[in-house]
């Protein structure tokens, strides 16, 4: 199975901070047919994960431009830019690459 | 607007069986894959079980493989998870959601069910 590791476990930040998450896959997430199946998660308190970046870097709908994805291969980043209250909760990543698919343990963003 | 609201969860005894259901909305249900996906209290995200669109391709975890089975019923938009022999390490807030095969991701989530197994 691919293990995935999340880097910090929490994160506190100011309001208008910048914040990196690291994710890191056991294994390549490139899939045989070249794509990367990488994606980020924002459960904010008492709510369900939502959707934020698909495929490593696409933002989903609706998805503000302060949220960004990079990396490669078995190395990932999102960013958030300006943060502001809404964004608190715990962010989890996530591969599509190989069943059986996994999550990463999950940060969690507050409020410094 | 597409909506997930599952159903079916409750206080259930170790080795007896509880099925869950979720009715989709708001798109053409046929043409997705489905995932269930299940966080215990206070922990992460676990994968449970995927089927395609058509119901040809199903996948488990393998916490889950041989007792739980996932279907659908396209006519009724409705996908299900049959869980049978539940053990205490079953309890779970279970997410059914929209599969995005060909993106590897997960684009809208229901509210979740609960599901305690506890004598």
């Known amino acids: 199975d691919v293990v995935m590791t999340q880097t910090p476990v929490s994160l506190s930040v100011s309001l208008g901070g910048q914040v990196s998450i690291s994710c890191r896959s056991s294994?390549?997430?490139?899939?045989?047919?070249?794509?990367?199946?990488l994606s980020w998660y924002l459960q904010k308190p008492g709510q369900s994960p939502q959707l934020l970046i698909y495929k490593v870097s696409n933002r989903f709908s609706g998805i503000s431009d302060r949220f960004s994805g990079s990396g490669s291969g078995t190395d990932f980043t999102l960013k958030i830019s300006r943060v502001e209250p809404d964004d608190l909760g715990v962010y989890y990543c996530?591969?599509?690459?190989?069943?059986?698919?996994?999550f990463g343990a999950g940060t969690k963003l507050e409020l410094k | 607007e597409v909506q997930l609201v599952e159903s079916g969860g409750g206080l259930v005894q170790p080795g007896r069986s509880l099925k869950l259901s979720c009715l989709a909305s708001?798109?053409?249900?046929?043409?997705?894959?489905m995932n269930w996906i299940r966080q215990a209290p206070g922990k992460g995200l676990e994968w449970v079980a995927s089927?395609?669109?058509?119901?040809?391709?199903?996948y488990y975890a393998d916490t889950v493989k041989g007792r739980f089975t996932i279907s659908r019923d396209n006519a009724k938009n409705t996908l299900y998870l049959q869980m049978t022999s539940l053990r205490s390490e079953d309890t779970a807030l279970y997410y059914c959601a929209r599969h995005r095969y060909y993106g590897g991701y997960n684009d809208y989530w229901g509210q979740g069910v609960m599901v305690t197994v506890s004598s």
């Open positions: 294994q390549s997430l490139v899939h045989n047919n070249g794509n990367t199946y």
């Open positions: 708001g798109f053409t249900f046929s043409n997705y894959g």
């Open positions: 996530g591969q599509g690459t190989q069943y059986p698919y996994t």
């Open positions: 089927i395609s669109s058509s119901s040809s391709y199903i």
